[in-house]
């Protein structure tokens, strides 16, 4: 096998469609493009990651500054001719809608910022009791509170709002909510995400939950089992899936299932 560690990207992958985490990380195929919305996700990111950075410094970005930051970011990688436009989706309007989102979470959200930052994009490596592959990953921010609680933040750009079960049962949270308790064994976790919505009229939330040992039981399980099936190469493609319509391998996925 080439793997030697597992993220919560490539897990959820394999789960979500077997054969194109195969394609990815086995065969480490090139994609055949490029989606607008990673492209935009990743401009959010930078975008939010360089405020939190000015706050370390003391200084306050205003909301076109942050808009800018995220232009800038934006004009730098989807010039790329590698993107592929969602349908309804152009340059100049996912420019547009990264700016309005990002007034409007910045007036919801960071203009009211009270709490010290300890990390951004904190990196992690989990050597898990029985797994044979490390974790690692990058949250994307790590803050405490004036009572010594942490709160980890995990920031998502989405077409639409999550419902209550979908942020209950988001692995990603429960993986970084292990992680950061093991790094502060004797302090308090609070999980938040917040989901810069990119509907016509855009909105943000935040939604907070709650991760115990059985949501930790539940993931290390799942973990497992993942590997016991890159291990024993069972790729199963997932031809019913909605996401089909839009795979990065779907030239390569038409091949295999003719083979």
């Not at 077997?18 to 195929?29: A, P």
Request: proline residues 2%.
């Amino acid at each position: 096998m080439a793997l030697d560690h597992l993220s919560f990207s490539s897990i959820n992958q394999y789960i979500t469609c077997g054969l194109q985490f195969r394609f990815r990380k086995i065969d480490q195929l090139e994609p055949e493009y490029t989606s607008d919305a990673l492209v935009f996700g990743s401009c959010i990111h930078n975008a939010l990651a360089k405020f939190n950075q000015q706050r370390t410094k003391g200084v306050i970005t205003t909301p076109s500054e942050l808009g800018d930051w995220f232009e800038a970011y934006w004009s730098g990688t989807a010039s790329n001719n590698g993107i592929r436009y969602s349908s309804g989706n152009n340059y100049e309007i996912c420019l547009k809608q990264g700016k309005d989102l990002l007034e409007l979470y910045y007036q919801d959200t960071l203009e009211d910022t009270k709490y010290q930052i300890l990390d951004i994009e904190k990196e992690f490596r989990l050597n898990i009791e029985n797994l044979r592959y490390p974790i690692i990953g990058y949250i994307d921010l790590v803050e405490t509170d004036e009572y010594g609680n942490i709160l980890i933040t995990e920031y998502k750009t989405s077409g639409k709002s999550y419902s209550k079960n979908q942020i209950d049962h988001n692995e990603q949270v429960t993986l970084y909510h292990l992680a950061m308790q093991r790094l502060y064994p004797d302090r308090e976790i609070i999980n938040k995400i917040d989901c810069l919505i990119k509907t016509k009229i855009p909105k943000c939330e935040q939604y907070y939950t709650y991760r115990d040992q059985e949501d930790h039981r539940r993931l290390m399980n799942i973990i497992d089992q993942v590997i016991r099936g890159i291990e024993a190469e069972v790729f199963i493609p997932n031809t019913n899936s909605w996401r089909c319509s839009g795979c990065e391998f779907k030239s390569a996925c038409k091949s295999w299932l003719k083979s």
